[in-house]
């Protein structure tokens, strides 16, 4: 199972990003999927989760009311919206898969993409 990021880039605060994972050598319909970041010198931390069917999603704090995950069966492909950005966005952000479970915790993600990066200034 091979996991693609993709639409980082450098912008203003304030500004908007949608972020794109497209999943492929699996059944992207049975995977609940995630997306995690990891500022400079920080650990990785959560960023929000969506269900295998969609119907279920889940964010951190930190981003809940601004940014919003989605998913496209069709296209393999889970997306996460991000607007009204802050400075403090500024990261590495990872999409992953998980077969078993639907949840925050790292750990029980078996499939990772490589990353995009995502830098706001103020």
């Known amino acids: 199972v091979q996991l693609q990021a993709s639409g980082g880039g450098l912008v203003q605060a304030g500004a908007s990003l949608e972020l794109s994972c497209l999943v492929s050598g699996g059944t992207f319909s049975r995977y609940s999927m995630g997306w995690f970041r990891q500022a400079p010198g920080k650990e990785r931390e959560f960023v929000a989760t969506?269900?295998?069917?969609?119907?279920?999603?889940f964010y951190a704090d930190s981003v809940k009311g601004r940014f919003t995950i989605s998913r496209d069966d069709a296209k393999n492909t889970v997306y996460l919206q991000m607007n009204s950005l802050k400075p403090e966005d500024t990261a590495v952000y990872y999409c992953?898969?998980?077969?078993?479970?639907?949840?925050?915790?790292?750990?029980?993600?078996?499939?990772w993409g490589q990353g995009t990066q995502v830098t706001v200034s103020s």
């Open positions: 992953a898969a998980d077969s078993r479970l639907w949840g925050a915790s790292e750990s029980s993600y078996d499939y």
């Open positions: 969506i269900s295998w069917s969609g119907r279920n999603t």
